[in-house]
Every structure is written in structure tokens, then in C-alpha cells.
């Protein structure tokens, strides 16, 4: 299973701490019969889940996936994720 192009598409602040959902692309299968579909998965308090059914991701390969979409837009926290979210359904709107 081989997970790229992270995309962040929603972050949401509650009480405790910020949810943040994303889709990402997964590879499955082996050689001819190799498959790419794209899925939504979230975080909450700690963890990444899949959004259809609840079950953990591989932490560390998602987790890494975050960091460098971060990273590559200068945002080192989560509050500055969703702000930047916040300016880019602003910048959505006509």
C-alpha cells in the first residue's frame, strides 16, 4: 500500500483541539493489478483515521505526509492550518 498527494481539505477547531480532514491517494495490489483510488481520512485528538470506516491509518506514513504539506506551505501549527484554510474558502467565495 503506497499513500501519496495529500491534500488537506477541511480544518475544524472544537474546545479540545483541531480536526482536521484530508483526502489522500492509496496504491494497492501488485504489479498488473495495481489500483489508485483517492480517500478521506481525518485526524482527531492523536491519531489519523479513515473516514469511511474509522480505522487507524499507518500512523507514521500519514503523520509524514502532513508534516511536508505543512511544511511546504510554512505552517508550523495547527491553528495556522486552519487559518489558512479559513483565507482559502474566503478566496473560494465570488
Known sequence: ??????EVTDAI???????????VDIEKG?????????IKV????FFWRYADNGRYTP??????LYSAWKASRNLPSEYDVVNYM?????????
Do not use: C, W
Open 1 to 6: 500500500m503506497k499513500f501519496s498527494n495529500f
Open 30 to 38: 501488485f504489479f498488473f493489478f495495481k489500483k489508485k483510488e483517492r
Open 42 to 45: 481525518y485526524k482527531d485528538l
Open 86 to 94: 479559513k483565507e482559502k474558502k474566503k478566496e473560494q467565495m465570488p
Open 13 to 23: 477547531v472544537t474546545d479540545i483541539f483541531v480536526l482536521i480532514h484530508a483526502e
Open 59 to 64: 500512523y507514521t506514513i500519514v503523520e509524514g
